[in-house]
């Protein structure tokens, strides 16, 4: 069974559509992340939610909305793409966000690449 | 600024032989955690090992171990007996707690070739 799975895999459209990135954890996790990792393979956090609720929001183009509805479900939606927003968002997720040493387990990752 | 730092871009490794993958770091914190993840070519990321600062004893994980300097803000990975299967990019990471939302902070990553 997938614990973190997102969807789509890849994703590849026009400079100023709109799309969204889903992700689901099965794990009964608390706390779940969008991570940016950009071409040079640096990963950076977007933002987190704990039980629906925005904790992190890191200094992300407004254009970019999280969504949690619960909390198996966290979505990445994002306005105007632009060529500079290619990149592969991963989501995670973890117990508790109060315990930095939990363990956060990334989903496979969505390549966009906005042409 | 909490930063986490790999000094080495790449490094390659013989079959079998030991390789050690550096990583140093800086955080005004006394608490948190270190974390190495793997990503090999299918992009997933693994978890391979994770250190408690609190702790001396250094984490092992069977081929894998680490040795972690808290004066020195060290914290590299050591793999002995060295499979094709470990050809990744490899990740430092540290996790402060609640003090930073929980986040890990990562380095630039070490590309690990194993040469058969």
């Known amino acids: 069974d997938t614990a973190v799975s997102q969807t789509p895999k890849y994703l590849v459209t026009q400079m100023g559509n709109d799309k969204s990135i889903k992700c689901e954890q099965n794990?009964?996790?608390?706390?779940m992340y969008w991570y940016k990792q950009d071409s040079k393979k640096f990963l950076k956090i977007m933002f987190s939610?704990?039980?629906?609720?925005?904790?992190i929001n890191e200094t992300v183009p407004n254009r970019f909305s999280p969504k949690s509805p619960d909390k198996a479900h966290l979505n990445l939606h994002i306005n105007s793409l632009e060529l500079g927003d290619s990149a592969v968002y991963f989501c995670a997720s973890s117990q508790d966000r109060l315990a930095g040493q939990e363990t956060q387990y990334f989903g496979p990752g969505t390549r966009l690449l906005v042409l | 600024a909490q930063t986490v730092t790999q000094s080495q871009p790449e490094m390659s490794v013989q079959e079998a032989e030991t390789v050690t993958l550096s990583c140093t770091y800086d955080t005004s914190e006394s608490d948190y955690y270190l974390f190495w993840y793997k990503q090999p070519p299918s992009r997933q990321m693994i978890l391979v090992i994770r250190?408690?600062?609190?702790?001396?004893q250094n984490a092992t994980e069977n081929r894998f171990s680490v040795n972690f300097q808290k004066a020195a803000k060290s914290f590299s990975l050591k793999i002995s007996d060295s499979q094709l299967g470990d050809a990744a990019m490899y990740f430092c990471a540290y996790n402060l707690g609640e003090t930073s939302g929980s986040r890990l902070t990562f380095g630039e990553g070490t590309q690990l070739t194993v040469n058969p």
């Open positions: 939610y704990n039980n629906k609720e925005l904790i």
């Open positions: 250190q408690e600062a609190y702790k001396q």
């Open positions: 794990l009964g996790h608390d706390t």
